[in-house]
């Protein structure tokens, strides 16, 4: 490594199915022209691509081959290199880390630990590092909520002795995506992602979100594992992660893609016309093994979210995954209620009918072919979930020990009234 930041071209490894170790699968360059324009370029090793096992890293865009791929979207990130990267949360302890120090994207994929999601790696040199042994235990849960607090209330990090330690603590679990706060840690069961409550949030976020997981499952659909914590007199979430499996050896790891990925689309606002749930279950049949299946719990998350006011259910909250070679979609995870204003009129964050976004039963079932459902089986998968988050959203969260006054506080979330209005 010459300068700590600013490489303009890095190395990526991949930890193949059933293998716990990374193998260097290509290398990935980024070039700022003239004109201002980024350009990325990646190309596969020739000796990775002499294995009988290599897999590709996205299977629509960097299919295997000699092929150098090239991309202007993303600042000339792949997006199955950026899927890797940490979001918001992760970029801000990273830059805190970093001083003054400009950061461009590949800094944010370098600098970042080792416990990003899916099975890929980045680094300067050619050859693989070992993978890491060591992880936060749920013991340091404490510590880590402390700086996440620091962190949110832009402190600095505390300094001194101790603060490579600290360093090194927060920064193990930023890879992960996302804007909230969070780590990853271990215990005897493998790998968790702790998401931390903020001082700020209106309710108990950790509660509510496994109490709205637990309620998910109770519809039907397949999502992560999660439970709550207790550190001092605050509440953690922990979801289990469904990228890795812990083995004699090591963790195996899943290959993961998001659905802004999957729909090729980006995060701005000139990219949303390809946020939708109908392209999604397009894109699913042109990859996973077994679409039809697939298609129809896409489905049932979609209306899922319409029905629970879900509308942050945004591309990055999807996601693709591939233990072996197949790919198939993702337990779901990240589902909180949201109560707007509105009662007549909630918009999902992706197009789900003819109507665009609108969270509407009727605008749910108007493409529902599209998801290999027949109208009639469509329309009593929305019926019966509705009467499970009807009949069953308080009792659930109760029993999760989400307080009386938070339910209060989300209970307009539920089968809002505009989601059967006369249209
Ligand atoms: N159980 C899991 N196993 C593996 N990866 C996961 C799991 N849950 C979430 N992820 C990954 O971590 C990212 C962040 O998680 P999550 O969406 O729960 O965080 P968040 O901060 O609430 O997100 P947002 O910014 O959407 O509010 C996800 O986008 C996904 O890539
Ligand atoms: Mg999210």
Redo the contacts with the bound molecule.
Sequence with gaps: MTSKFGAKECYVYITLPGATTFVTAGRFVLDIQRSGVTVGRFVYGKSYLGRADAVPIDPVELKLGTTTYRTTALKGVFGALR?AAP???GRRVIEKHAGKARLGELDYLLFAPDDR??ALGFGLNQEPPAPRRQFNKTLDLETLQKLADAIIADEDMPSGADADQVEDLMLIGTS???????AVVEDEGGL??A?FNRPDDPWNYARV?HAMLVLARACGIET???KITTIGDRDALL??????ERTEYGYRRAR?I?GLTLLRTEDTHQHRERWSYLLMAEELRRICAHPQQDAIELFRRMCFNALISNI?D?P??H?VIARESDWKL??A??L?PTTPVSIERRDLALQCGDLGRYAHADNLLSQSERFYFRNEEARATITSMEQCIKGTWYETARRGRVSERDCDRIASAFVYPGFRLQL
């Design positions: 899927d979001d918001y949360w999601a899916g992960m995506g996302g804007a909230r706060p969070k968790w992602i998401k979100e992560a594992e999660s979801v289990k992660r469904f990228d890795r993961m998001s942050d945004h990055r909250n996601a993702s337990p995870y990240d909180t």
